[in-house]
Nanobody, 124 residues
Framework: QVDLVESGGGLVQPGGSLRLSCAASGFTSEYYVIGWFRQAPGKEREGVSCISSRDGMTFYLDSVKGRFTVSRDKASDTVYLQMNSLQTADAGVYYC?????????????????WGQGTQVTVST
């Protein structure tokens, strides 16, 4: 059984930074992709970033390029999302998700397993 444990959300002022973590366990495939998604109130869930364990391929939503960095610790199967220069538009519940395979997608329906979500609030 795949388990994804997220941590790292919180309240930050505009311009501040947060680092989210997603620890994955229980998967059986040789390769996997971890995606980061976010959902603001009244909006659809959108893909923010993803990283592939097969080749390190990454994806970033245009609005976060240059501010967010996704990385992976191979030893612990933990994926991080470093978020810098946070803006109020970045606020929402952030979810990590796992798909078995090696290709990085930003579409929610491509992912079979989801974490519980962590709240990111950007406010003065």
């Amino acid at each position: 059984q795949v388990d994804l444990v997220e941590s790292g959300g919180g309240l930050v002022q505009p311009g501040g930074s947060l680092r989210l973590s997603c620890a994955a366990s229980g998967f059986t495939s040789e390769y996997y992709v971890i995606g980061w998604f976010r959902q603001a109130p009244g909006k659809e869930r959108e893909g923010v970033s993803c990283i592939s364990s097969r080749d390190g391929m990454t994806f970033y939503l245009d609005s976060v390029k240059g501010r967010f960095t996704v990385s992976r610790d191979k030893a612990s199967d933990t994926v991080y999302l470093q978020m810098n220069s946070l803006q109020t538009a970045d606020a929402g519940v952030y979810y990590c998700a796992l798909r078995e395979g090696g290709v990085c997608y930003a579409r929610t329906h491509e992912y079979e397993h989801w974490g519980q979500g962590t709240q990111v609030t950007v406010s003065t």
